[in-house]
Structure formats: C-alpha cells, structure tokens
C-alpha cells in the first residue's frame, strides 16, 4: 500500500490550479478515494448496501451445487469449522484482514423453522441456527466475515471466494463470481486516484452533461 497525502495537502495541491470550493471537493474526493484504497471497500459508509446482491448471487450458485447446503450435525459442522479455521487459508485471510484467528463456534440452542438468518457473525465468533445454518456455505460465509469483513463489500466478496475455492472447489468459485458479474457487483477497489488537473476535466465534463439534462428537461416542459 503506497503512502498518501493529507486532506491538507491535497486542498493545497489543488488550490494551484483551481478555486477554493474545487479545491475543497477535490481534497473531499482524494480523501474519500484513499479510505476505500486502504480499506478494500467501496462504501465508506456504515450501511451494508451490497448485501441483497450478494445473497442473490450466493442463492444462485448455491442451486447449481446443491451438496454445499447438504445438512450437517452437530459434531460434523463443528469438525468442518475447526478444520477451516485452523487451516493455512483461513489463517492467512483472517491475518490479511485484521480479523479473528480463532473465533469460536456456537449452535444457537432455540431452533426455529421461520427464520430467515441461518448464521450469525460478530466480536463473539460464528453463531449458527439449527434449522438451516448447519451446512458448509453458511459456515464458509461467517468465516469470510470474521476474518475481518463485517460488510459485505469487495474485501468480503474476495475473501468467500478465496475459501469456496479452496474448500468447496475452483468450479463453485468461478460460478460464484460468474453471479457477481452479472449483478456488476465489483471484486476490486481501483487503485488510480485521479490527478487535479483530470479531477477537474472529469468534474467540468460531469457537470455540462448535469447542466445539459437540466436544460432539455427544462424545454421539454408543456408551455
């Protein structure tokens, strides 16, 4: 990871060859570009807005390799927990990530048929629900959030990939990225951070078009 201005820095590096207020939204964008670079993520927000596609994309390869849901017991899906989270994958990720190294496994003890939430992954490890988390997906899920991903943004999205390759096969994997694609959900955060100067070209060019769909609107109007 390369080393980046301050806001500061960046204000006073456009301030050269732009006006104050477009100073100031290029310092807002440099910043703002720089925290998705370092956090592998492309919302720098709280909410989790990617999620639905995720689980749409997760459903639909799930469906085409129907044994990754297979029901496990109790001893076997604690068996395959241990054995991924001790493993060299699991470990690398989970270091790469910041995340847990060793997060605990419970079975939620009250079991209900209508729940829509099959795992559960927090501070406190995976938590799994009786009726319909018993499986490797859901566990290999809450996995790839514990290993530094609470989101489920492009750090996420790689890290469920890299463990579905290697514990459920490369073909579950290239199918579930084949369904990332086709909901253009992104597997990387771009690494360019634009210049001032094309900043301000891209800007200019932004704002004709905005100006020129507000004009026509405008004309489209019944007198």
């Known amino acids: 990871m390369g080393d980046y201005m301050s806001g500061t820095d960046a204000y006073q590096l456009a301030s050269k060859s732009m ?9 807002e964008y440099y910043t703002k570009k720089t925290r998705q670079i ?15 596609k995720v689980y749409q994309s997760e459903f639909a390869t799930e469906r085409k390799f129907p044994d990754c849901r297979e029901s496990m017991t109790e001893k076997e899906i604690t068996k395959y927990y241990k054995r991924i989270v001790k493993s060299k ?26 729940v829509r939430v099959a795992g559960q992954a927090s501070y406190r490890g995976v938590a799994l ?3 319909c ?12 959030h514990t290993a530094g991903h609470m989101h489920h943004d492009v750090g996420f999205r790689q890290t469920l ?34 210049s001032p100067g094309k900043w301000l070209e891209n800007y200019r060019k932004m704002a ?14 019944p007198v």
């Open 19 to 27: 006006s104050h207020e477009l100073a100031n939204k290029y310092a």
């Open 38 to 52: 370092k956090r592998n993520r492309l919302q720098n927000s709280s909410v989790d807005s990617g999620r639905n």
């Open 89 to 114: 994958t699991y470990q690398t990720l989970a270091s790469e990530g910041r995340g847990q190294s060793n997060p605990p496994l419970r079975i939620m003890k009250q079991v209900n048929y209508n």
């Open 129 to 131: 629900q009786p009726s």
């Open 133 to 144: 988390g018993m499986n490797k997906w859901v566990v290999l899920h809450e996995l790839a």
């Open 161 to 194: 990939v890299k463990l579905i390759s290697r514990f459920l096969g490369t073909d579950v994997a290239k199918e579930l990225k084949r369904q990332f694609r086709s909901r253009k959900i992104k597997m990387t955060v771009s690494q360019t951070i634009q």
């Open 208 to 221: 004709a078009m905005r100006s020129q769909t507000k004009r026509a609107k405008i004309e489209s109007r």
